[in-house]
């Protein structure tokens, strides 16, 4: 669904994207991660058709998106920052929505607005509190009928069970409809629950990009106790981070999770216990390698 | 591939009008006001005791008188900024740009619908207010009402214009503020750049400390060149009482320019397009959104300002202490590149938005930049383009004139040669001249100016700035400069004909006082004229027209109306001892010869127009004590009787005002 190839990008001096190559598939849901100034924003807009790349290429079904207002049809954008007309109210933004988008189904609108009765249709949108507008914003994206919708920090300032509901309507579009979903976020837990694709950024570059199942049984966590010293582990176990409480170690073991399981337990441990990372963890564990300030903080 | 886009969206159309259109009702208001409401107000009393009744208005003269008078380019030029910026507002707020081009929509609709919306709101209030003008007319009974559709014309065609200029302004920038400075820097440019340019020059230039006089407005500064040269003129002529109105006519003039201005204001919108097309959206409140206007606007603000500036500082010196031409300019070409270099940077730091912005690369460039200031100041300075020495063409010229303490104009093509060859004669000596406030800072002098009217309505003007060049110190050589100069204002043919005037030989003297100088109370005095009431009309004419050709044997003896060079204090107790107090005026007429003023052609009275002809002229003298033709002539036909009457302003100020000498 969508291809970024090669994409560089510079704001003066500065290199804001470098030689980026990201790829979401049709269908998927894809969680874009990175510290604050990746330039997963600077990549999304890029994706939306704002930004033109200084080289490189964005391409939405295998057209450019810049300046394509066919393509543009078939996406809906939440930004970080709504935007919504001054003076106009819920109603007002809905016509306007209607006007700019083909699909627009006005009733599937009428029906999820029902859904947030907290919502006054005819009060001015900009008066409304902040997670309102995002209500407000998704219930317009999900009425466009988009066959993509890019979402940046799309849940930030929502209440939990409005997240809930939100993820919920949007999970349901996904499956009815096979809708791709591309979202940049910090909440890497809430990612997790819904994102089955995940593209790390940092530095503006996509360091990974993998399916979360991929990702989460290339690093393990392995913890384990031997009677007495440790003994060299063998070359083929690549060690990200190893960490020794009394007799207990924690290994950070990059790689295919029972290789190292088999390897480690040759080695007769007393104790051995095998855990996923979560993709906090992993995201900390993969940016340590980049230089990342924050790979010591959680230990 | 990529889909076709239309010019037009409808939805953003509604959107940009939804946020625009209280401006167009406001707008509509005011033109109301303007248009059919005060109209109606102006004309509801037009009974029989009515001015206008009185002197014959029809209904349509005054409608025209009315509408041309209404302004055109002004509203235009307020109209214009205000809805286009607010219906491109989305390009100066980063969520609502980046939003806004998330849309399916593209550019080219954005922009275009933008245009169209922006000129629905800004046009259609013009439109409808001409409509009820046109029946406010019709219903008060006006013939003709074309003129309400011409003033309607002109607007428009300033709307269009001035919102492409807005549209341009707001491409250039991503700060709605900078660009409504931009806006009017754009529309001033042109004045301001010939502002900048006339300002140093009567600073630092010989013979242009008048320069800031006869701007003339380009069609490069529309909003103050339509209304002179696109508009309804209404002329009515009166009877020769003022009385009654005996012609009315009508012309619309402009039509090719506004045709011109309109085709300018649709290529600016299509160049702004590809600005728009082009516009990087990270642009957002950049000080400046467009990389090749960068350099432009950090070297034209720089070289314009410090220019000024170096010229102010010059000038500020030269007022503590005298300067050679010399040394002036040398302190005005350091100060401006001082200050050039100062503004470069202030203005890098404002386009980037950083104090950073000392580097090699930018020091090279304002070391470039300065060289090429300092080439442009020394070319000044060498007067390379011929400023200082222009003395225009004959054929060039429609008039020339001069004014040192009377004004002379010459119209005729041998006078005119012959004045022209004096100034290049006089500007062929300037290093003598250009120094005098150094050389002689004590000598008392005064400035003389030199109008040229060209044909083109252009007009040259020259102050030079002189010293008495009978003063005991002036080298010989600046007497030889500069006495042409007198001998030619002191040709006894020229005051007759420039200072009486053209009908000084064919006319006859309808009027002639003499005030006698009458102690009244102590210490108090009363002007007393013999009014000649015992005599006919005809009597009385003979009587001044014998005067009079006694006063021309003074002119034709050199003794009235005699020019010099000298300041208001030199040898001022002689002065003095010699000038009459006693008022002398006279009128010459010729009922057939329309009456050539040459002060109010030198100034320009007129404004341009045609002057209202005139046949009469009451000159005034200063008589001294050597006009006894005059004099005499005064005796002998009773305008006073005994000398006692007679008081030179030496013993008039003695008698009545106590003034110590």
């Known amino acids: ?299 | 591939m990529q889909s076709k886009t239309s010019f037009f969206n409808m939805a953003l159309f509604k959107k940009n009008i939804s946020r625009t259109w209280i401006v167009g009702l406001l707008y509509f208001v005011l033109l109301l006001l303007m248009l059919p409401v005060y109209f109606i107000i102006n004309t509801a009393n037009h009974g029989e005791d009515d001015w206008y009744t009185q002197m014959g208005y029809t209904m349509e003269m005054r409608l025209y008188e009315h509408i041309s008078l209404m302004p055109t380019a002004l509203l235009g030029i307020i109209v214009a900024i205000i809805v286009t910026g607010i219906t491109f507002w989305y390009l100066f707020n980063r969520r609502d740009n980046y939003m806004m081009h998330a849309f399916p929509v593209s550019r080219k609709s954005m922009y275009f619908t933008g245009i169209l919306s922006s000129l629905t709101v800004s046009l259609v209030p013009v439109l409808l207010a001409s409509v009820i003008m046109t029946i406010a007319a019709v219903a008060e009974g006006a013939g003709g009402v074309s003129c309400i559709w011409y003033w309607a014309l002109i607007v428009a065609v300033s709307t269009l214009l001035f919102t492409a200029i807005a549209i341009f302004s707001l491409m250039t920038t991503g700060q709605l503020v900078t660009g409504v400075i931009f806006y009017f820097i754009f529309n001033f440019l042109y004045l301001m750049m010939e502002v900048a340019f006339r300002m140093t020059a009567s600073l630092l230039l010989y013979g242009l400390g008048g320069a800031m006089n006869g701007i003339n407005y380009k069609i490069w500064t529309p909003v103050l060149y339509i209304p002179v040269h696109a508009k309804i003129e209404s002329n009515i002529i009166y009877d020769d009482m003022y009385s009654k109105v005996i012609e009315f006519g009508h012309e619309f003039i402009g039509g090719p320019l506004l045709a011109g201005y309109a085709v300018f204001a649709v290529v600016l919108i299509i160049v702004c397009y590809q600005l728009y097309r082009f516009k990087k959206l990270e642009t957002v409140l950049d000080f400046i959104a467009v990389p090749f206007i960068k350099p432009i606007f950090s070297v034209g603000m720089s070289f314009f300002i410090s220019m000024v500036g170096g010229a102010f500082i010059a000038g500020m010196v030269e007022a503590l202490t005298p300067l050679t031409y010399d040394g002036r300019f040398a302190i005005a070409i350091v100060s401006s590149l001082i200050l050039g270099v100062i503004i470069y940077f202030a203005t890098q730091m404002l386009i980037e938005k950083t104090l950073r912005v000392f580097c090699f690369k930018k020091a090279v460039h304002c070391g470039i930049y300065t060289l090429a200031a300092l080439g442009i100041l020394v070319c000044m300075r060498l007067d390379v383009i011929g400023v200082e020495n222009r003395v225009p063409k004959l054929e060039d010229i429609q008039w020339a004139g001069i004014q040192v303490d009377y004004t002379m104009v010459f119209t005729d093509e041998m006078d005119i040669e012959a004045f022209r060859q004096l100034h290049q004669n006089f500007l062929a000596d300037k290093k003598e001249l250009r120094n005098i406030n150094y050389n002689y800072p004590d000598v008392d002098g005064k400035t003389f100016t030199i109008r040229y009217k060209l044909k083109n309505g252009d007009i040259l003007i020259r102050d030079y700035p002189v010293i008495n060049t009978e003063a005991s110190v002036v080298s010989s050589e600046y007497v030889a400069a500069t006495q042409p100069i007198l001998d030619f204002i002191n040709n006894p043919g020229r005051i007759k004909e420039h200072i009486i005037g053209n009908i000084w030989n064919n006319c006859e003297i309808t009027s002639m006082n003499f005030g006698g100088i009458i102690p009244y109370e102590a210490g108090d005095y009363t002007m007393e004229y013999n009014s000649f009431d015992e005599l006919t009309t005809g009597e009385k004419k003979e009587k001044f027209k014998r005067v009079y050709n006694e006063f021309l044997k003074d002119v034709d003896a050199g003794n009235v109306f005699r020019q010099d060079f000298s300041g208001y204090d030199y040898m001022y107790e002689e002065k003095q001892k010699k000038t009459f107090y006693n008022s002398f005026d006279f009128t010459v007429y010729n009922k057939d010869i329309n009456y050539f003023s040459d002060t109010d052609t030198f100034w320009d009275y007129s404004n341009g127009r045609d002057m209202t002809a005139m046949h009469e002229q009451t000159i005034y003298a200063e008589l001294n004590t050597d006009c006894t033709n005059t004099l005499e002539a005064l005796k002998n036909e009773g305008f006073y009787e005994n000398e006692d009457v007679i008081m030179t302003n030496y013993e008039f100020s003695k008698k009545y005002e106590n003034y110590e000498y």
């Open chain 1, 1 to 299: 669904m969508i291809q970024v190839n090669n994409v560089t990008k510079r704001f003066g001096d500065f290199v804001a994207l470098d030689d980026l190559n990201m790829h979401v598939e049709k269908g998927a849901i894809y969680g874009l991660v990175g510290p604050n100034g990746a330039g997963k924003s600077t990549i999304i807009r890029h994706i939306c058709g704002v930004y033109k790349q200084d080289a490189g290429e964005v391409l939405i079904d295998g057209q450019p998106v810049y300046e394509n207002q066919a393509i543009k049809g078939k996406y809906a954008v939440i930004p970080d920052d709504i935007f919504f007309f001054t003076q106009a109210n819920t109603l007002d933004m809905m016509k306007f929505y209607k006007d700019m988008y083909p699909k627009f189904d006005e009733a599937l609108f009428k029906k999820i607005l029902n859904c947030f009765p907290a919502i006054n249709p005819k009060k001015m949108v900009r008066t409304l509190s902040k997670g309102m507008q995002k209500q407000v914003a998704f219930m317009l994206s999900i009425a466009a009928r988009p066959e993509l919708m890019i979402l940046d920090e799309p849940v930030d300032g929502l209440d939990p069970v409005m997240r809930r509901q939100i993820w919920s309507l949007i999970m349901s579009d996904v499956a009815e409809n096979g809708l791709t979903v591309l979202v940049s976020s910090h909440n890497l837990r809430e990612l997790e629950d819904v994102c089955d694709h995940v593209g790390i950024m940092n530095n503006g570059k996509i360091l990974i990009e993998r399916s979360l199942d991929e990702l989460q049984t290339s690093i393990t966590k392995i913890q384990i106790a031997f009677d007495g010293d440790m003994p060299k582990l063998p070359d083929e176990i690549q060690v990200l981070k190893k960490i020794t409480n009394g007799r207990v170690h924690t290994l950070i073991v990059k790689g295919e999770p029972r290789a190292a399981e088999q390897a480690i337990s040759q080695m007769n441990p007393l104790l051995m216990d095998v855990l996923p990372l979560t993709l906090e963890e992993i995201f900390i564990y993969e940016l340590g390698g980049e230089n990342y300030a924050v790979k010591d903080i959680i230990f």
